[in-house]
């Protein structure tokens, strides 16, 4: 007959299940609705990303919204008053792997552990993880970790494979990984990898919540070691200070003494699980009640409407999960010209279709990027690429279209299309003043109007298909002619390496291929 877990466990596993379908549902609603959170809105880690830059400037990385900010909060609280109390109750990627650790006891019968010479190594890979992680974004300005995170990955599943392949390969791949180990080895991303582990390790350094052994009634049966899935010594400890403690209090439901061996504190006294585990909750959930009074926990952020009415409105902030009539309406161009510009078919694709979907309607891939230099170049406003600087806002004057924006019934009244003409300081990000067309195209802009063979004297065959795998060097031998041929035909730098795959370096110089390739066709 099987044991009957301790209802405090019971309430854990609750509390874990609840946040991991909240996360699982509202990352398959994003795929589906408008206005969803995103699993980059979800992610706490996001506001430790971003808040260098928030401090600075109170600005956001690129897919990142307040309520990253506020989650931070509320896990800064809890790790300094519980600890790591977030890793244990509330954390969905520590639930998944949870469950896969279930199953791995249920099909071998046993718990694996890493040898502990090699553990204690691996328990300190997270930190310079974490520091560099914290370091290249601050550099960069963009969420360097999305491509490798297996959270995100597992919140874009929804999406289809080949679409998390397409932007989230190795994350994917840890995302696998990290599940099928767990079935061996318990929570095994959280111990080795995990940055947001990292910075509440950190934070538990400060002794407010312990677990404590009273070795007068102790009875050396280990059974609490077998219990912690952190594999913490407790049994020969008289305080469990260690940074892997997840204050799963796990340890103090298994011991069978009845007479306090173990038991849990808060500030040097003796506080019941319960208490504790309602303490926890009542910090991380009422530091986003308070988030809400405030007006701060916003998962989703301002629609370009809202932003074209604020005057802060950006090429930028064109996401995947806009749609087609929302990006016309907003910058009050032609939402026809849009689709032309864009190279879509219109009547394939409805207005009220988001830039992520588009691809599947046209049957072949389409990028965001397209569609944001699609309005670039109608409006006459800068636009470097999704991995470059953030530009200033892309507001119109009051009461005038765009430079270049057809008329159209689709654009909005003056008050809503652009903020009003005021002047501010030139140093403030929410200038709103007309940006003139550039009178060169710059490298990452999107192509001019004007004629191929003006720009470049190479013919490309028309079977000939340009693949991100190939260099400047490969076009060139494979269309016999130079590679500053290639490299004008695509217009990109005279420097540009040569010798390293187109899709390796859209990062650095900010194109996309769907851009290459619609430059290279011209």
């Known amino acids: ?196 582990g990292a910075v509440t390790a950190i934070l538990s350094r400060i002794p407010l919540f312990r677990i404590k052994r009273e070795t007068t009634t102790c009875i050396s049966c280990a059974r609490c070691d077998k219990a912690c899935s952190m594999n913490i010594d407790v049994s020969h400890a008289d305080t469990i200070s260690s940074p892997e403690c997840i204050a799963c209090m796990e340890c103090v439901s298994v011991c069978p003494t009845k007479k306090n061996s173990l038991v849990t504190t808060l500030a040097g006294k003796t506080v019941g699980v319960g208490k504790i585990a309602a303490l926890g909750l009542a910090i991380y959930l009422g530091t986003m009640g308070v988030g809400a009074l405030l007006g701060k926990l916003d998962f989703v952020g301002p629609t370009l409407s809202q932003k074209a009415t604020s005057g802060t409105l950006a090429i930028g902030d064109i996401k995947g999960s806009s749609t087609w009539a929302e990006i016309a309406t907003a910058f009050g161009i032609d939402l026809e010209r849009l689709y032309r510009e864009a190279g879509v078919d219109a009547s394939k694709v409805p207005p009220e279709t988001k830039l992520k979907d588009t691809g599947a309607l046209i049957g072949k891939t389409f990028e965001a990027d397209t569609a944001r230099f699609a309005v670039s170049k109608i409006t006459g406003i800068p636009y470097a690429g999704e991995n470059a600087a953030p530009a200033s806002p892309a507001a119109t004057p009051s009461g005038a279209a765009p430079s270049g924006a057809e008329p159209t019934s689709a654009a909005p009244s003056s008050s809503a299309a652009a903020a009003p003409a005021s002047p501010t300081p030139a140093a403030a990000p929410a200038a709103v003043s007309p940006v003139p067309a550039p009178t060169s195209t710059p490298v990452n802009a999107a192509p001019s109007s004007a004629p191929a063979a003006s720009r470049t004297q190479l013919t490309v065959p028309p079977d000939f298909a340009l693949e991100g795998t190939m260099t400047v060097k490969d076009i060139a031998a ?42 290279f066709a011209k």
Request: hydrophobic fraction near 50%; glycine fraction near 8%; proline fraction near 5%.
């Open 1 to 196: 007959m099987a044991k009957k877990m301790p209802r405090i466990q019971l309430i854990r596993r609750i509390s874990l299940g609840i946040f991991l379908v909240a996360v699982t549902v509202l990352t398959i609603l994003h795929q589906k609705v408008q206005n969803m959170p995103s699993i980059d809105a979800l992610d706490p880690f996001g506001g430790i990303e971003t808040l260098f830059k928030y401090l600075a400037g109170g600005e956001f990385i690129k897919k990142i919204v307040p309520a990253n900010i506020v989650l931070l909060v509320g896990i800064i609280l809890l790790g300094v008053v519980l600890s790591r109390f977030f890793c244990g109750w509330i954390c969905a990627f520590g639930a998944l792997q949870g469950v896969f650790g279930w199953l791995g006891k249920k099909i071998f019968k046993r718990r694996f552990v890493v040898p502990p010479k090699v553990d204690r190594v691996l328990r300190w890979a997270k930190y310079p993880i974490l520091i560099a992680i914290v370091y290249f974004t601050w550099k960069t300005g963009t969420l360097v970790i999305r491509p490798y995170d297996p959270l995100a990955a597992y919140g874009h599943l929804s999406a289809g494979l080949s679409a998390v392949w397409a932007e989230f390969a190795v994350g994917f791949v840890i995302l696998v990984l990290t599940l099928v180990l767990s079935m061996f080895y318990e929570r095994v991303f959280c111990k080795y990898v995990c940055p947001l």
């Open 478 to 519: 494979a269309l016999k002619t130079s590679e500053a041929a290639v490299i004008k035909k695509l217009q990109l730098p005279a420097d540009f390496p040569t010798d390293k795959p187109l899709r390796d370096l859209k990062d650095q110089y900010g194109y996309t291929m769907t851009v290459l390739k619609e430059r």
